[in-house]
C-alpha cells in the first residue's frame, strides 16, 4: 500500500481555492446540480484516479469509480463519474484532472518501458531515480509504483550508491574504502557507478554488490555484464544514463538485471477529459 495522507491532497486543493472561487459566485450556480465524468483521450494507464475520487468525496460529490490506478485503459472509456453542486464539481475538478493527467503521464511511459525491457528479458526491472522535480516526490513515486516499478533511490537516507563526486574525496583509497564501507554497515548492499569496463571489474572485485553502468553503449555494457557476471555470479549490473522505452529492450538483452530510468518523470501529461453537465437547469 502507498501512502498519501489526506493532509497532503487537502493542501494541494487548497492551493486552487484558498478563498471560494469567484466565478461561482458571481455567476450565482452554486447550488445548481451537475455531474462530471472522466475519460481518456488515448490508450493510457491510469494513475491517480484513486486521488481524484477521495478528492471528489472530500468536497461533498458522489463518487462512481469504475476503474482503479494501474489499469491500462481504451480511449473514451469513463473510469469516474461524480455527481453534487457546481460549486463542489467546479471547487475540485482542475486539482483532481491535473493530478491524474500528469501522474497517468509517468505511470504510462514507466509501463511501456517496463513492457519493452521484459519482452526479451523477464527478470529486467526498470528502477526510477530521484530525478523528478523537486516537491513531486509523493505523486511522481506514486505513479511509478502503479505502473509496477520501483524506486532506484527515494533519496539519500536509505541506499549506498558511490559516484566519482564521492570517490573525488578518497584519493587513491577508494578500493580499501569500499572494504571497509561494508564492516561499517553490513546490512546494506554497496552500488558503485562505474565509467568504464576497467572501473567496473575493478569494483566488482572490491566487493561491491551493484555496479552502475553509467552511458555505456549497448556494445560496451554487454561485454562488460558478461565479464563481471564471470568474477562475480551475485553481482547485479544495472544500466544507467539516456535509458528509455525505444532503447530499453536493447539494454535487457545485453544482461541488464536492472534499468535506471529518469525518463518517466520528463513527458507530457496524458489528457484525461472531465466532461462537466448541468442537470435539471
Known sequence: MYFIADAFLEEILKEDIPYGDLTVDLLEIEDKPGRILCWPKAEIVICGADLAARLFKKVGLEVEQCARDGQRLAPKTVFLKAFG????????YKTAQNIM?????????????IAAAQAVNPKCRV?????????????????????????????LSESVLVFDQHR?????????????????DPE??????????????????????IIQCEKFS?????????????????????AAGGLRADN?????????????????YFGRPYDIKMSIEGLGC
Do not use: N
Open 127 to 155: 528502477v526510477t531515480t530521484r530525478k523528478h522535480f523537486p516537491g513531486t516526490k509523493v505523486l511522481s513515486l506514486y505513479a511509478v509504483q502503479t505502473a509496477a516499478a520501483t524506486e532506484h533511490r527515494t533519496g
Open 248 to 264: 530499453a529492450a536493447d539494454y535487457a538483452r545485453a544482461g541488464a538485471d536492472f534499468l535506471v530510468t529518469t525518463w518517466p
Open 218 to 238: 549497448v556494445e560496451l555494457f554487454a561485454r562488460t555484464a558478461s565479464a563481471l557476471k564471470e568474477v562475480r555470479p551475485q553481482v547485479l549490473v544495472s
Open 101 to 113: 493527467e500528469y501522474c497517468s503521464g509517468i505511470a504510462t511511459r514507466t509501463a511501456d518501458m
Open 188 to 209: 546494506r548492499k554497496i552500488a558503485v557507478e562505474a565509467a568504464s569496463f576497467d572501473e567496473a571489474l575493478a569494483f566488482a572485485k572490491a566487493g561491491a554488490d
Open 168 to 184: 573525488t574525496f578518497c584519493g587513491d583509497d577508494f578500493l580499501q574504502t569500499l572494504a571497509q564501507m561494508r564492516e561499517r
Open 85 to 92: 453542486s457546481a460549486g463542489r464539481i467546479h471547487a475540485v
